[in-house]
């Protein structure tokens, strides 16, 4: 006669199949906090892009975004005189970076007053965010003459 209750090894069996599934969830949670740090950072470049070229427009002085030698994040500067005036520095979070794409600029210069991109810049600006805890990444350029800027 079987008595009430669950036996040992069924509540061992159940306590491994909620840990298995508690893992792969970890996982999954770990892989999309990745992609969302990638993404955050790729959009907030843009924004900057975006914010180096209305300033060239803004206060009809050229203005420069570039990207850090070390790829932990980025300056932007806004032409005071002779000299460069730091606007903003960005650094990426723990475990993401920004590399040029290929053969491209580490830079890009806004020019006054019609926010143009600069003749020696003018080769397509690219970076690529990526995270090195996974293979997800994101490229961000800055396009043509206008500096049009695309995430991809």
Not at 9 to 30: D, K, M, N
Not at 50 to 62: D, E, H, I, K, V
Not at 87 to 93: E, K
Request: glycine content about 8%; proline content about 4%.
């Amino acid at each position: 006669m079987r008595s009430k209750g669950f036996s040992l090894l069924e509540l061992l069996v159940v306590l491994f199949i909620l840990g298995l599934l508690g893992a792969l969830g970890f996982i999954t949670l770990r892989e999309s906090i990745n992609r969302g740090q990638v993404r955050e950072v790729a959009t907030r470049l843009a924004a900057d892009l975006a914010q180096a070229r209305s300033s060239a427009q803004r206060y009809a002085r050229p203005s420069r975004l570039e990207l850090a030698p070390d790829g932990k994040g980025y300056t932007l500067t806004l032409r005071q005189g002779a000299a460069d005036q730091l606007v903003q520095t960005y650094t990426t979070p723990p475990g993401i970076t920004l590399e040029a794409v290929g053969s491209t600029p580490t830079q890009i210069t806004y020019d006054a007053p019609l926010g143009e991109v600069t003749t020696n810049s003018a080769a397509a600006f690219a970076a690529t965010v990526k995270s090195n805890r996974t293979t997800y990444s994101r490229v961000v350029r800055a396009i043509g003459v206008t500096g049009k800027v695309v995430v991809r």
